[in-house]
């Protein structure tokens, strides 16, 4: 396993654990809309470095 496996499975293990977290909290749909717009968020800035660059 790389470096870059191991830092994407630790990524993935805590953004579930958050999820059932706020499952267990009743706050799952809140977490849902915050995390989408945070992949939004990056979707976007990563399309302005990528066409700044390219």
Known sequence: MSVYQAAA???AVYLLLL????????ELKQYLA???VVAALVAV????VWLATG
């Open 34 to 36: 915050s995390l989408g």
């Open 19 to 26: 999820a059932r977290s706020a499952w267990k909290q009743g």
């Open 45 to 48: 800035i990563g399309a302005v």
């Open 9 to 11: 499975l630790f990524f």
